[in-house]
Nanobody
Framework: VQLVQSGGGLVQPGGSLRLSCAASGFTFRGYTMSWYRQAPGKERELVAT????????NYADSVKGRFTISRDNAKSTVYLQMNSLKSEDTAVYYC??????WGQGTQVTVSS
């Protein structure tokens, strides 16, 4: 089983980034997927969740209206589009499959 993340990096406040998480080794289309993040010195927090079919999504209040989670079951990939980024979005972002699997994490830094 693998969840391989890509995207992330350094972006200025107000900018955008897209994270991707490609899954293999399990039946991706059968599982809810989520994105979490962990900032330095803070606990890991749930950012967004998408149901197995993509029909239902939920977001943390802190990112609602700015972030969009989506998935492509044909490609076994989940995405997190992040717009209007703020310095407080700086964190390591992790994708998570409700089968109990985690991606390797990717750093997102929002700074001028």
């Amino acid at each position: 089983v693998q969840l391989v993340q890509s995207g992330g990096g350094l972006v200025q406040p107000g900018g955008s980034l897209r994270l991707s998480c490609a899954a293999s080794g399990f039946t991706f289309r059968g599982y809810t997927m989520s994105w979490y993040r962990q900032a330095p010195g803070k606990e890991r927090e749930l950012v967004a969740t998408i149901s197995s079919t993509g029909g239902n999504t939920n977001y943390a209040d802190s990112v609602k209206g700015r972030f969009t989670i989506s998935r492509d079951n044909a490609k076994s990939t989940v995405y997190l589009q992040m717009n209007s980024l703020k310095s407080e979005d700086t964190a390591v972002y992790y994708c998570h499959a409700w089968a109990g699997y985690w991606g390797q994490g990717t750093q997102v830094t929002v700074s001028s």
